[in-house]
């Protein structure tokens, strides 16, 4: 595998974590 399919394999997988974390946050606010 090279470098460059790991780094963007990288970024994509810390981008999708983030993103479920902001989903779950929105969840949280609008069950308040």
């Not at 595998?1 to 929105?26: D, F, G, I, P, Y």
């Amino acid at each position: 595998m090279s470098l460059v399919v790991q780094a963007k394999q990288k970024a994509w997988s810390l981008k999708s974590r983030k993103t479920n974390l902001n989903m779950r946050e929105v969840r949280r606010v609008r069950l308040d």
